[in-house]
Nanobody, 125 residues
Framework: QVQLVESGGRLVQAGGSLRLSCAAS????????MGWFRQAPGKEREFVSV????????YYADSVKGRFTISRDNAKNTVYLQMNSLKPEDTAVYYC??????????????????WGQGTQVTVSS
């Protein structure tokens, strides 16, 4: 069993920056692709970004490309999401997820095996 705990969400002004963290348990953390998803009230869970186990490959949703950066520190079992130039439409609960198998279908939440509890990000206009 893998435990994921997100942190860093808060209220921030539009145009501001925020860094989310996801701390994971497990000695095989470096084997897992790690993704960030978000979900606003009444909306479906939406893919934000994913990073390969090694950290060499990253992918982003078009809506966040150029503004968000995903990274990981496998020595610390932690994944980060640096969010810059935040917009009100970025407001959502942000979830960290782990994929044991590194699926190419990384935008699909069903491909992830473990999920954190989420952290609220609110961007004011």
């Amino acid at each position: 069993q893998v435990q994921l705990v997100e942190s860093g969400g808060r209220l921030v002004q539009a145009g501001g920056s925020l860094r989310l963290s996801c701390a994971a348990s497990g000695r095989t953390f470096g084997d897992y692709a790690m993704g960030w998803f978000r979900q606003a009230p009444g909306k479906e869970r939406e893919f934000v970004s994913v990073i390969s186990g090694s950290g060499r490959a990253t992918y982003y949703a078009d809506s966040v490309k150029g503004r968000f950066t995903i990274s990981r520190d496998n020595a610390k079992n932690t994944v980060y999401l640096q969010m810059n130039s935040l917009k009100p439409e970025d407001t959502a609960v942000y979830y960290c997820a782990a994929d044991r198998y590194g699926s190419t279908r990384y935008i699909d939440p069903d491909n992830y095996d473990y999920w954190g509890q989420g952290t609220q990000v609110t961007v004011s206009s």
